[in-house]
């Protein structure tokens, strides 16, 4: 099993910036593609990024692109998503996700077997 636990999130104003970090256990972290996803009150859970194990296949939700990036340091068994420009919309509970050794890229929360508790980002206008 692995787990994962996300930090990171907090209260910004629109235009500022945030860096969430998802720590996993176990050490066979290279192997796994992790991604990560948020939901808002009422909504149903949406993508938002993914990266492969060797840090390939990068792939991000239109609706953050060129505002995002992800990012992952496996000798620390850590994915990060530094988020720039943020906006009100994009205030939700941010969740990161594993799966292991997907060849295709994978963008729906049920193609992920593993999951963090979420972390709160509230962005203020």
């Known amino acids: 099993q692995v787990q994962l636990v996300e930090s990171g999130g907090g209260l910004v104003q629109a235009g500022g910036s945030l860096r969430l970090s998802c720590a996993a256990s176990?050490?066979?972290?290279?192997?796994?593609?992790m991604a990560w996803f948020r939901q808002a009150p009422g909504q149903e859970r949406e993508f938002v990024a993914t990266i492969g194990g060797s840090g390939e296949g990068i792939y991000y939700a239109d609706s953050v692109k060129g505002r995002f990036t992800i990012s992952r340091v496996n000798a620390k068994n850590t994915v990060y998503l530094q988020m720039n420009s943020l906006k009100p919309e994009d205030t939700a509970v941010y969740y990161c996700?594993?799966?292991?050794?997907?060849?295709?890229?994978?963008?729906?929360?049920?193609?992920?077997?593993?999951w963090g508790q979420g972390t709160q980002v509230t962005v203020s206008s």
């Open positions: 176990g050490r066979t972290f290279s192997i796994y593609t």
């Open positions: 996700a594993a799966v292991f050794a997907p060849s295709r890229l994978k963008l729906e929360v049920n193609e992920y077997d593993y």
